[in-house]
T-cell receptor, first 111, second 114 residues
Framework: KQEVTQIPAALSVPEGENLVLNCSFT??????LQWFRQDPGKGLTSLLL?????REQTSGRLNASLDKSSGRSTLYIAASQPGDSATYLC??????????FGKGTKLSVKP | DTAVSQTPKYLVTQMGNDKSIKCEQN?????MYWYKQDSKKFLKIMFS???????INETVPNRFSPKSPDKAHLNLHINSLELGDSAVYFC?????????????FGPGTRLTVT
């Protein structure tokens, strides 16, 4: 059974720092991996989608990598800003089409 | 022109009541999902439908009954509500079941059972 783990559970950094969020999954037979952002009391905003055949995707200050064979993905955020404060969720798409989520990393960027 | 919409956004009700949450997508997608986010913020699949057919029913109590009148709608009806049903329910859709398509999420419905 697929399990997704995100480390750390919480992270606090000063503004301007580059940071890495980690995601690992137990079954490498995934179709894709999505990174989401969730603000308190809000819905999910899709940040990046990496297909199983891809190694990385970039959008602005965000870069996500995927190493399917080792069951790992990282989300790199460059030059963090207070507006980046949110919970970041990693999810893998399984064979039945649904997403299997990690428990998230709560990021706080201090001004 | 919201892609995936849910109503209501907030729902406060008493134990034992029956309630429904509606979901609509205007993306022309074939596959729709219901996810539950519990008090610890953990998101988990409940149901998925493909072309109006149930694909996944993930050990959800049979008090929960999804209904898909057409491909664009997937409603969730809950009977005899319990305190533990309090959560945020998210609807999502993707282009198809097979393949590797992105999922798009609705804004969520926060259900509070008192």
């Amino acid at each position: 059974k697929q399990e997704v783990t995100q480390i750390p559970a919480a992270l606090s950094v000063p503004e301007g720092e580059n940071l890495v969020l980690n995601c690992s999954f137990t079954d490498s037979a995934i179709y894709n991996l999505q990174w989401f952002r969730q603000d308190p009391g809000k819905g999910l905003t899709s940040l990046l989608l990496i297909q199983s055949s891809q190694r990385e995707q970039t959008s602005g200050r965000l870069n996500a990598s995927l190493d399917k064979s080792s069951g790992r993905s990282t989300l790199y955020i460059a030059a963090s800003q207070p507006g980046d404060s949110a919970t970041y969720l990693c999810a893998v798409r399984g064979s039945q089409g649904n997403l299997i989520f990690g428990k998230g990393t709560k990021l706080s960027v201090k001004p | 022109d919201t892609a995936v919409s849910q109503t209501p956004k907030y729902l406060v009700t008493q134990m034992g009541n029956d309630k429904s949450i509606k979901c609509e997508q205007n993306l022309g997608h074939d596959t729709m999902y219901w996810y539950k986010q519990d008090s610890k913020k953990f998101l988990k699949i409940m149901f998925s439908y493909n072309n109006k057919e149930l694909i996944i029913n993930e050990t959800v109590p049979n008090r929960f009954s999804p209904k898909s009148p057409d491909k664009a709608h997937l409603n969730l009806h809950i009977n005899s509500l319990e305190l533990g049903d309090s959560a945020v329910y998210f609807c999502a859709s993707s282009l198809a079941l097979a393949g590797s398509f992105e999922q798009y999420f609705g804004p969520g419905t926060r259900l509070t059972v008192t």
